[in-house]
């Protein structure tokens, strides 16, 4: 049974960093491209960021390309979300996902495994 684990979340004010980190269990961390995705109240679930299995290619959404980083690390089977220059607009619950496929995909329904999620407030 696959399992992710997102942590990292927290109160910031505007500005600051924060960095998630989701770590996967279940199955060989190496087979999946790994994203985050987030989702504030009242709104759709939204990209962030994706990495390839090997960590190289990686893509973002505009909204956070020059703030956010996504890296991987399979030796630890973690994914990390390191989140700069915060807004109150990046506020939501943030999600880790696991896509077997291969691919750098930006679309929720192409992912198979998701972890529980973990609240980012950014304060003004």
């Known amino acids: 049974q696959v399992q992710l684990v997102e942590s990292g979340g927290g109160l910031v004010q505007a500005g600051g960093s924060l960095r998630l980190s989701c770590v996967v269990s279940g199955r060989p961390f190496s087979s999946f491209a790994m994203a985050w995705f987030r989702q504030a109240p009242g709104k759709e679930r939204e990209f962030v960021a994706v990495?390839?299995?090997?960590?190289?290619?990686?893509s973002y959404a505009d909204s956070v390309k020059g703030r956010f980083t996504i890296s991987r690390n399979n030796a630890e089977n973690t994914v990390y979300l390191q989140m700069n220059s915060l807004k109150p607009e990046d506020t939501a619950v943030y999600y880790c996902a696991a896509r077997t496929a291969s691919g750098l995909a930006a679309r929720p329904r192409e992912y198979n495994y998701w972890g529980q999620g973990t609240q980012v407030t950014v304060s003004s």
């Open positions: 990495t390839s299995w090997s960590g190289g290619p990686t």
